[in-house]
C-alpha cells in the first residue's frame, strides 16, 4: 500500500508569496494531520480532519495559515503571504480511529521562505 | 496539560552496544498509548514501537524493546545491537486514549560510532 504522499519536497519562494502544500493520506484513514517541525519548537501540531472535517485547528499560527480537505483522498495547507519565520519542514500524517493504530508519516515539505 | 520529556538532547553509542533512550510524561489518564518514531537524517517519522497503558507486558519489535513503568511514567526504549542504521532523531510520545493528538517529546539524537 502507498504511503503518505507530500508534495512538494522541497519548495523555496520568495516572501510574500503563496505557498500550498499538497497531501494524499492513506486510503481508508479517517484521521489527517498536519505538523510543522522546527529546531527551536519540535514538532508542533497545526490541524488535523477527521472524515474531511477540521477539529482541531488552535494549533495554526495566525490567519495567513488554512488547511482544507474536500475529499478523503486530498488536503492543502496554504500560507499566504508567506514570511521567512515560516522556514519549516512541513509533514503530514494520517490514521485510522482504532485502538492504538499510529499515525503514519508522509516524507515532508522542506518550505524555505527567502 | 499532558506532557512529554526526553531529557537527553543527544546519546551515543558504539556499533553492537545497547542503548537506552529516556521518556518520562505527565498525564492524569488511565488509558492511553505510547509510541516511539525514528527521524533519520531523511527526514522520513518512522515508527518503531508502540505501547498500550493498559498492557503490563513490555513491547518488543526485534532490537526494539521498551521499559514501560506507568506508575514511575517512564517510556524509555532500548535498542540493542546498535546499528549504523540506527543513527536518527528519536522521539517518545503519547495519545490519550479515544482522542486522536499526539503530543511529543523534544527528541534524543542518537548517534552509531562505528
Known amino acids: 500500500d502507498a504511503g503518505v504522499i507530500q508534495s512538494p519536497r522541497h519548495e523555496v519562494t520568495e516572501m510574500g508569496q503563496e505557498v500550498t502544500l499538497r497531501c494524499k493520506p492513506i486510503?481508508?484513514?479517517?484521521?489527517l494531520f498536519w505538523y510543522r517541525q522546527t529546531m527551536m519548537r519540535g514538532l508542533e501540531l497545526l490541524i488535523y480532519?477527521?472524515?474531511?472535517?477540521?477539529?482541531?485547528d488552535s494549533g495554526m499560527p495566525e490567519d495567513r495559515f488554512s488547511a482544507k480537505m474536500p475529499n478523503a483522498s486530498f488536503s492543502t495547507l496554504k500560507i499566504q503571504p508567506s514570511e521567512p519565520r515560516d522556514s519549516a519542514v512541513y509533514f503530514c500524517?494520517?490514521?485510522?480511529?482504532?485502538?492504538?493504530?499510529?499515525?503514519?508519516f508522509g516524507d515532508g515539505t522542506r518550505l524555505s521562505i527567502l | 496539560a499532558q506532557t512529554v520529556t526526553q531529557s537527553q538532547p543527544e546519546m551515543s553509542v558504539q556499533e553492537a552496544e545497547t542503548v537506552t533512550l529516556s521518556c518520562t510524561y505527565d498525564?492524569?489518564?488511565?488509558?492511553?498509548?505510547l509510541f516511539w518514531y525514528k527521524q533519520p537524517p531523511s527526514r522520513q517519522m518512522i515508527l518503531v514501537i508502540r505501547?498500550?497503558?493498559?498492557?503490563?507486558q513490555n513491547a518488543t519489535e526485534n532490537r526494539f524493546s521498551v521499559n514501560f513503568q506507568k506508575a514511575a511514567k517512564s517510556f524509555s526504549l532500548k535498542i540493542s545491537d546498535s546499528q549504523l542504521g540506527d543513527a536518527a532523531m528519536y522521539f517518545c510520545?503519547?495519545?490519550?486514549?479515544?482522542?486522536?493528538?499526539?503530543?511529543f517529546g523534544q527528541g534524543t539524537r542518537l548517534t552509531i560510532n562505528p
Open positions: 480532519f477527521n472524515n474531511n472535517v477540521p477539529i482541531d
Open positions: 486510503s481508508g484513514h479517517d484521521y
Open positions: 500524517a494520517s490514521s485510522s480511529p482504532t485502538g492504538v493504530q499510529p499515525q503514519h
Open positions: 498525564t492524569s489518564e488511565s488509558d492511553y498509548y
Open positions: 505501547q498500550e497503558a493498559y498492557k503490563q
Open positions: 510520545a503519547y495519545r490519550v486514549g479515544g482522542a486522536q493528538k499526539l503530543v
